[in-house]
């Protein structure tokens, strides 16, 4: 089982459309979570981190389920912008804090 | 937000030779870096920790020998690819965070593009 699954996607979506990823981790002991973003060809950069309580920036809304070893990431009314790929990433282990990332689900947002 | 600079950002070179990949943190201080290796259309995966001062940590199934991962200082960490062949053609990413600990965003290099003809 990989540590980090994500939903194989891609999502196909019209503007303005509500978009939900998903993603499951196997280690219990994980103690971080962020979703990432990564565009064609470039290095992936932080969209948010993924709190117990849940969060939310803007038209981005992250949950995460300690018991479920599950966590989400919801865009409200897509933008053409928001098309790349989401990576979930997680964090494990001691000291150097590992970061390991899902396969990413690749969203095309169209006009 | 923290900088981390990755050099060069594309690099092609004939199978045998050996290839260096340089990554700096710029404004922070980083004892630990990390190595990624990307193929297209899938996800980043973990080659190496790389620990200043000290010996890196590599991934099963990543050959310490044939990936030299060298951080010599605070700032730098390098990543060789000795006697490189074509299937070593890939996108080669580090990361670093600019504080010890689990729950800070980790910064990227630019990644570079090796291709190996």
């Known amino acids: 089982r990989k540590e980090v699954e994500q939903d194989p996607g891609p999502f196909n979506v019209p503007e303005g459309a509500t978009v939900a990823f998903n993603c499951t981790y196997s280690?219990?002991?994980?103690?971080?979570f962020f979703w990432y973003r990564q565009d064609c060809r470039k290095e992936p950069k932080l969209l948010m981190s993924?709190?117990?309580s849940g969060n939310e920036d803007g038209r981005f809304t992250a949950q995460l389920n300690r018991a479920s070893q599950y966590i989400s990431l919801l865009i409200r009314d897509s933008k053409l912008s928001d098309s790349a790929t989401y990576l979930c990433?997680?964090?494990?282990?001691?000291?150097?804090?590992?970061?390991?990332f899902g396969a990413g689900t690749r969203l095309f947002v169209k006009a | 937000g923290a900088v981390v600079s990755q050099h060069p950002s594309r690099v092609i070179c004939k199978s045998g030779t050996s290839v260096k990949i340089e990554c700096r943190s710029l404004?922070?201080?980083?004892?630990?870096m990390f190595w990624y290796r990307q193929f297209p259309k899938k996800s980043l995966m973990l080659m190496a920790t790389?620990?200043?001062?000290?010996?890196?940590?590599?991934e099963q199934g990543v050959e310490k020998d044939k990936f030299l991962i060298n951080h010599a200082s605070l700032t730098l960490s390098t990543l060789t690819v000795t006697s490189a062949h074509p299937e070593d053609s890939s996108f080669y990413i580090c990361?670093?965070?600019?504080?010890?600990?689990?729950?800070?965003?980790?910064?990227f290099g630019q990644g570079t593009r090796l291709t190996v003809v």
């Open positions: 280690n219990s002991a994980s103690q971080s």
């Open positions: 790389s620990n200043e001062g000290s010996k890196a940590t590599y």
């Open positions: 990433v997680v964090t494990t282990g001691t000291g150097g804090f590992k970061t390991i």
């Open positions: 404004d922070f201080q980083a004892t630990t």
């Open positions: 993924v709190y117990s």
């Open positions: 990361s670093a965070r600019a504080v010890q600990g689990a729950n800070t965003e980790a910064f």
